[in-house]
């Protein structure tokens, strides 16, 4: 399914084979996630995408091809592969552990071909055997929505009351996670949500609400999800002092003005900017330990659109799948 021009619809296409260089991997698509961020792509909110692009980030597949000077992985093995596809490895950044930060980095999905499709190519480098406990369509997920979810978590930082704004893919995984590790965790959706707040609640939320409310007691830490700037300030106000609020997507509308008073006690915003492959070796050690239950809504390859559709307006508890292999 191929991106032409932004704001069009995904035209079904056939495109060539493509052929691994000599650090790539040629993948057999199993399953790929939906992600907000494809909408961002999609929308034109990331400046200058290939174009035209096959989207997708969140690949499970299986290796079908490897370039000459490829190590490590096998004809046969499951792979995911993940936003972050490529790095300059020499800047300041990746020098000291950040190659999230690395202004020369690459992104799949974006500026490199993705998972909706059939086959794929990607650095073997940036790749990563996945959990067998999981199948191709529940892993998939776990590859953003999971992996920016945990990086925001381990920032967001120790409290025992975390607040969740915007209840989708990444908050129903981090949410398992969280209580696993004996948080409490308070979940925000669209006001009028109730189906959104009962899922949260399934998921292990000790408590669910609009997001323009205040939860029953004061927020150690929160992570906004959902793009909406006009919730900075709103969670601001449910945290305690010294809180930490952990803004989680790459794109986020205009945050508005707002009062010093809200911010001041040392409460303090910051901001999550892709990953590390040290954030994915972590996060798949951890969901090893947690059995973590992806929720998920199934779509043939061909019904792309409709699955954009379908994360943009809401219209699906948990995560979006194209299949596209064998489940």
């Given at each position: ?19 691994p ?6 993948v ?7 992600c ?37 992985f ?66 998939a997920?776990l ?21 969740l ?68 300030p709103v ?15 790459i ?8 009062s ?42 061909e ?25």
């Amino acid at each position: 399914m191929v991106l032409e021009r932004t704001g069009q619809p995904l035209e079904l296409r056939d495109l060539p084979l493509p052929t691994p260089a000599e650090s790539e991997l040629l993948v057999k698509v199993l399953a790929c996630g939906v992600c907000r961020t494809d909408l961002h792509v999609f929308d034109g909110e990331l400046p200058e995408p290939k174009l035209p692009l096959v989207p997708g980030h969140e690949i499970v597949g299986e290796v079908v091809g490897a370039g000459g000077s490829v190590t490590g992985f096998a004809s046969g093995d499951r792979v995911g592969i993940p936003w972050l596809s490529g790095t300059c490895g020499a800047c300041p950044y990746c020098l000291r552990g950040q190659e999230n930060l690395c202004d020369r980095a690459v992104f799949t999905g974006y500026q490199r071909d993705g998972g909706y499709g059939e086959y794929v190519v990607a650095d073997a480098r940036y790749c990563f055997k996945l959990p067998d406990r999981y199948g191709n369509v529940e892993v998939a997920p776990l590859l953003c929505a999971g992996l920016i979810g945990w990086r925001s978590y381990r920032l967001a930082g120790n409290g025992a009351r975390l607040g969740l704004y915007g209840f989708g893919a990444a908050a129903h995984i981090l949410t398992q996670i969280a209580v696993k590790q004996g948080r409490r965790v308070y979940a925000f959706t669209r006001a009028g949500d109730d189906d959104g707040q009962e899922f949260a609640r399934r998921m292990g939320a000790t408590w669910a609400g609009a997001a323009g409310e205040l939860p029953p007691e004061s927020l150690d830490a929160a992570i906004i999800f959902a793009p909406v700037g006009e919730l900075v300030p709103v969670a601001l106000q449910a945290l305690d002092k010294g809180g930490t609020l952990v803004c989680g997507g790459i794109h986020m509308s205009d945050i508005p003005s707002f009062s010093y008073r809200i911010i001041w006690g040392e409460r303090m915003i910051r901001s999550v900017a892709n990953l590390t492959r040290q954030d994915a070796l972590d996060f798949l050690e951890t969901v090893k330990a947690v059995p973590v239950r992806t929720v998920t809504c199934e779509y043939p390859l061909e019904e792309a659109n409709r699955a954009l559709a379908d994360v943009r307006y809401g219209r699906i508890h948990g995560a979006a799948v194209l299949v596209i292999g064998e489940r």
